[in-house]
């Protein structure tokens, strides 16, 4: 997969892709309804994305909470898997927000990055201000010579399948509702970091990740199943994680602490993604470390058994 970031500076080779455009945030399976209308719009073109970073919602609020699912590059991961082939991640700037509905039709899809034909959801919105919706779109599209699809809203259960709804689930602790909407369980994906070392001390050593940036699921354990992306402990493993602020140990910055299981080596450094199966229980405060090991072990027998069922 190429990443294209400049809609001004494009290789030849580059040009002429059919484009699914939108966020993607966690890559749900809306998204993935849009892809696939991508794929059998032009199957003789490329495949492509066209999506930005950072989110324009971070640009225009760069202090409102943390609410992505997926930083860029798990979104990136996550495209390649299912064959994107040009990834248009278009840096979201002023020059970019402020261009007219038509500035972006024609300055972006049309000259910029050449698409033959885009796809976008009923409820795309574009251009300064997000004054320009699908249907403006397609009328740009026949104006200026690329096809448009406008793709329905994908209904699940009588719900919309949205980024706002898988953000919910896994708010309310219910990352099983939150994979039914993305298609896959939902991962935190990002670069292990020197820790305080105490779940070594306390004979679980686990694997620390920053989740800064990212929407935050409820605090507590999950039974979770972990890919090591890089390094030489590569593969896929099954473990327990602790999501929060851990209040045993006084005020921390929240973070994700993983114990994989059957494991013996150094992560520090390599990139792991987190994938929640399962809530097991909120985060506690206990009487004494003795009360904390014996739960830890209750919570990493109850997560082997959830993921020996899978």
């Keep these: 997969m190429r990443i294209i970031r400049d809609y001004q500076f494009v290789e030849p080779q580059d040009r002429g892709a059919c484009a699914a455009i939108g966020n993607f945030d966690g890559v749900h399976l809306g998204h993935q309804s849009v892809i696939e209308l991508a794929r059998q ?93 699908a249907t403006d779109l397609a009328n740009f599209g026949q104006e200026m ?23 919910k689930a896994l708010a309310e602790g219910r990352p099983r509702d939150a994979a039914r909407m993305l298609g896959h369980w939902h991962r935190i994906e990002s670069e292990v970091i020197g820790g305080e070392q105490r779940g070594r001390e306390l004979g679980f050593p686990t694997a620390n990740m920053s989740i800064d940036g990212l929407h935050q699921p409820a605090f507590g354990v999950y039974a979770v199943l972990v890919d090591v992306l890089d390094g030489p402990h590569q593969g896929s493993y099954h473990g327990a994680a602790s999501m929060g602020v851990r209040p045993m140990f006084g005020e921390n910055r929240p973070n994700l602490e993983t114990f994989l299981f059957d494991f013996s080596g150094d992560l520090y450094g390599a990139t792991l993604s987190i994938g929640l199966v399962d809530y097991l229980r909120p985060e506690q405060k206990f009487d004494g470390l003795e009360a904390l090991i014996a739960q830890m072990d209750n919570d990493c027998a109850r997560a082997r058994e959830i993921l020996g069922a899978l």
């Excluded at 971070?58 to 609410?67: D, I, N, R």
């Excluded at 010579?145 to 953000?167: M, N, Y």
């Design 145 to 167: 010579g690329f096809g448009v699809t406008i793709a329905p809203l994908l209904e699940q259960s009588e719900d919309i399948v949205s980024s706002t709804a898988i953000r």
């Design 41 to 133: 719009a032009a199957p003789d073109a490329p495949l492509g994305v066209l999506t930005f970073e950072p989110h324009p919602r971070e640009f225009f609020a760069p202090a409102a909470p943390s609410f992505r699912l997926m930083r860029g590059s798990a979104r990136a991961h996550r495209l390649e898997k299912l064959g994107i082939e040009k990834l248009y991640e278009l840096n979201f700037n002023a020059t970019l927000a402020n261009l007219s509905p038509r500035e972006f039709a024609q300055n972006v899809v049309a000259d910029g990055l050449g698409l033959t034909h885009v796809i976008v959801g009923a409820d795309f919105c574009f251009g300064q201000g997000r004054t320009g919706n």
